[in-house]
């Protein structure tokens, strides 16, 4: 315990203090009596003040230095308003480069965490070759250089006087890895050097932009021309004439969902893993070379294929009569329509019902080898994704977008990529609903099949 130095009044000085409160107490005495020795006592005690002003009083115990007062109130007003960090009795902390900010002519502490950006600008460099670029975003740097110039106008940010904004070849590369990677954000923040609640809100913006500016361009329905290229390979293919896509639906896990979590409950994924499923959709329409034409995405997962191509857009081209005189491939999980074409599911084929249903099965798997390699080039499909339900279905539209950027351009995938599909068909009744002049019209093609050279 710390013992000041102050002096204490003498017995004298301290009796007539003691005189002064007591005369307070005393109730007999008139008023004038009480108001002359009060007189006289605050004489008394003007005289005590005048001996105690003369004494000095030491204080260098008590005394703190004007300047460490004010760095401690400095202090405590910064640490009330959280920007308080180690080291702050130093000079005000350097911000990009050592800058700072001032407000009205004040000097205000900034506190930004440095992050090592070195993996991310070799990669960006001339030093990185090809192959590792291409290991990291599952694309060559020409390809990925396009797609930053199409998308700079729209994620590009602009400085602000607290910081820089990230460039936009940081903010699409940071999209692009977590897409093909499915690495985890915390892996992500720190190859980027970015936080990771950055990187987390740059893949959604990014993904946006894609939705927005790219889709538009390279994931879009065939016109006339392109429709009758398709139909034309496609019967070079298999020798089945007017099929202007392929189709496939595949799934995607998720997390289960807090509501409706019924809808999305996989049946035949948790028969296969032992453990509960949850997943949504993503339905596609491919061309010869595997590019989307038409997408789906976002039903739940306890819907069957067939379901979810009656809900799809596909489905309303053909009420609009926009699929006449044309065929879709499927496979068992749909049913047989006058504009959507299934094998023959079933028992003793004959000759020309196996022959048509392997030509069939040719136009299916080009279907499927798009799945594998949109699933197999971006990692994030591979697992039960951690983005919230609302936002999944932008995130799965940029994939295929991605996709087609890739098959367009010739895009090579590593063979250790190749990913294998584990949905499970769901074999429906075939005579339900079927009209007899798509009956007639497929057992026509599997003759013509079976009889042409």
């Known amino acids: 315990m710390e013992i000041t130095s102050v002096p204490f009044l003498n017995p004298e000085e301290y009796s007539l203090f003691c005189s002064f409160f007591q005369d ?219 099929v202007n896509g392929s189709i496939y639906t595949t799934h995607v896990s998720i997390i289960a969902p807090k509501t409706n979590q019924e809808s999305y409950y996989n049946r035949k994924h948790t028969e296969r893993n032992q453990k509960p499923s ?19 995405i976002g039903y739940p997962g306890s819907l069957s294929d067939e379901q979810i191509l009656e809900k799809s857009a596909l489905s309303q081209r053909s009420k609009l009569g926009m699929l006449e005189n044309t065929w879709v491939v499927g496979n068992s999980g749909y049913y047989l329509k006058d504009w959507v074409l299934v094998p023959y599911t079933h028992q003793n084929l004959s000759w020309s019902q196996h022959a048509f249903n392997q030509r069939l099965d040719e136009l299916q798997m080009i279907a499927k080898d798009a799945f594998m390699r949109l699933k197999g080039r971006w990692g994030c499909l591979q697992k039960r994704t951690e983005v919230k339900l609302q936002e999944l279905p932008m995130v799965l539209g940029a994939c295929c977008v991605l996709h087609n950027i890739c098959e367009m351009h010739n895009e090579e995938m590593d063979v250790e990529l190749r990913f294998n599909l584990y949905d499970d068909e769901m074999e429906l009744d075939g005579s339900r609903g079927i009209s007899v002049n798509a009956l007639q019209a497929r057992d026509g093609i599997a003759h013509s099949l079976m009889h042409c050279k």
């Open 278 to 296: 949850y997943s949504t959709t993503v339905q596609g329409l491919v061309d010869p070379r595997g590019v989307f034409t038409d997408v789906c």
């Open 24 to 242: 307070f107490d005393n109730d007999g005495e008139t008023s004038v009596n009480k108001r002359r020795k009060i007189d006289e006592k605050n004489k008394s005690l003007s005289e005590i003040l005048e001996v105690l002003d003369e004494t000095e009083i030491p204080t260098s115990k008590f005394e703190i230095p004007s300047s460490e007062f004010e760095n401690r109130a400095s202090e405590m007003g910064d640490w009330e308003q959280g920007r308080v960090r180690k080291g702050r009795n130093q000079s005000p902390a350097t911000f990009h480069g050592g800058e700072t900010a001032e407000d009205g002519g004040q000097r205000r502490r900034l506190w930004v965490k440095e992050r090592s950006k070195g993996w991310w600008k070799y990669l960006d460099s001339d030093e990185c070759s090809d192959g590792e670029f291409r290991k990291a975003f599952r694309m060559s740097k020409g390809t990925f250089n396009m797609i930053c110039d199409e998308l700079e106008s729209v994620v590009m940010k602009k400085n602000t006087m607290l910081r820089k904004a990230i460039p936009a070849r940081q903010r699409v590369a940071v999209c692009i890895y977590r897409l093909a990677t499915g690495d985890p954000l915390r892996t992500v923040s720190s190859l980027f050097g970015l936080g990771i609640s950055t990187c987390h809100k740059l893949v959604l913006e990014v993904c946006a932009a894609i939705r927005s500016v790219l889709m538009p361009k390279y994931l879009q329905w065939p016109d006339q021309e392109r429709l009758q290229e398709i139909k034309t390979t496609f019967g070079s293919i298999s020798g089945i004439p007017n």
